[in-house]
């Protein structure tokens, strides 16, 4: 019991945000090991525990990388950013053009020697919101500035999420949107940011015409497909019918821990359609806690951002914040087919390699934030007590 409370003291940064993650972690444990059993089945005989090993592995390891960011001074994210967004480019153009193709897209790389997949677009996703952070805050005095400031600030957001958006949509969708809340924050002039958006809309449909000519690089006619099934087909296609059946399945309590029968018919339940599991096991009461974790995140992350006294902490925390927030609701959007199917996952609670470890070090940067912007308002008391 003595270590327990010593290793949280030694915890660096905001210790609700702490919190919150270690109850996402014991909902991804429980909800994991429920639902991979047709996998487990299908690749390893029936042996669930693997998985669960697997996943518990890659949590630990999340972990070990949120404690060693947040025992980083978040400034040094700063001096990364360039050099973090020079690799993320030509990773992106390397995957397009020589990626596995999975799914019919090619989203990942293999890893040499170790032979596991990594999937750029996360490491891409950090690397941008870092840079955009740090562009916001070195060009505050001139903000407003067509040429000098919002140019050298949205041309790397439209390449990187140009780059995304071929092999992974949703994913560029999500980052593009982050970016541009981020420059409201940053206090963007409003009609430059309204031009960025119908920019955004001009590329997307470049992006549709190519598609029709390289079907094999653009994956325009699954995004066709999606949205079609949206629109004209109020149940949904057969996920979203799986992922109804699981949800309205649940009630208020659920079916308890274990006993979901649709993660035997769901198409990825421990990743894309997770939720609709926590949904069936463990009824609305678990639902609106889930939902209700992510809100307290984005709630203690944007008070520590009203606390913070340099501009690229609080852009940084506010726009890593919203990235996982963001991508969490609109996971459970899709769940209750309130949006087209995506394929982005439930952040922390959804089984996985590289989103698993890359929403860990927002949050770990996150949490330095905290930790600097708590000693510099104790600093700030002790001066003035004097």
């Excluded at 449909?205 to 497909?225: A, D, H, M």
């Excluded at 009461?285 to 992350?301: H, Q, T």
Aim: net charge positive; glycine share 8%.
């Amino acid at each position: 019991m003595t270590q327990v409370k010593e290793f949280i003291t030694n915890l660096k940064g905001d210790r609700v945000i702490w919190l919150i993650v270690t109850f996402l972690t014991i909902a991804s444990i429980l909800a994991v090991y429920s639902s991979v059993g047709s996998m487990a089945y299908k690749q390893r005989g029936g042996n669930t525990e693997y998985f669960l090993f697997m996943h518990i592995l890659y949590l630990a390891l999340g972990y070990g990388m949120m404690i060693l960011c947040s025992r980083m001074h978040y400034t040094k994210f700063a001096k990364l950013a360039p050099i973090l967004f020079v690799i993320a480019v030509p990773l992106l153009i390397y995957t397009l053009g020589f990626g596995d193709r999975v799914n019919e897209a090619r989203r990942w790389i293999t890893i040499p020697w170790i032979d596991k997949t990594f999937q750029t677009s996360d490491f891409a996703k950090l690397a941008l919101i870092i840079f955009v952070a740090r562009a916001l805050a070195i060009r505050q005095d001139n903000i407003k500035d067509f040429k000098s400031a919002f140019l050298p600030i949205i041309f790397p957001v439209g390449i990187v999420c140009v780059f995304i958006a071929p092999a992974d949509l949703s994913t560029a969708a999500l980052l593009f949107t982050t970016c541009i809340l981020m420059m409201i924050i940053g206090r963007v002039s409003i009609r430059y940011i309204i031009a960025t958006v119908f920019v955004g809309i001009i590329l997307l449909s470049f992006l549709f015409l190519v598609g029709n000519f390289f079907p094999e690089l653009i994956r325009v006619e699954t995004w066709i497909s999606r949205l079609n099934e949206f629109f004209y087909n109020t149940d949904g296609g057969y996920q979203i019918q799986q992922s109804k059946i699981a949800i309205a399945s649940g009630g208020f309590f659920g079916e308890g821990p274990g006993n979901s029968l649709q993660r035997n018919y769901l198409p990825y339940p421990y990743a894309d359609f997770i939720f609709a599991i926590i949904c069936e096991e463990y009824g609305m009461l678990g639902a609106f806690a889930i939902v209700g974790l992510y809100l307290w995140l984005l709630l203690r992350c944007t008070a520590i951002v009203t606390r913070c006294p340099k501009t690229f902490g609080a852009i940084l925390a506010m726009g890593l914040a919203l990235n996982i927030v963001i991508q969490a609701f609109m996971n459970i959007a899709v769940s209750v087919h309130l949006v087209p199917v995506t394929g982005l996952t439930l952040p922390i609670i959804s089984m996985g390699g590289t989103s698993l470890l890359f929403t860990c070090i927002s949050l770990g940067i996150i949490l330095s934030v905290s930790r600097y912007v708590d000693v510099s308002n104790k600093q700030e008391k002790l001066v003035l007590d004097a």
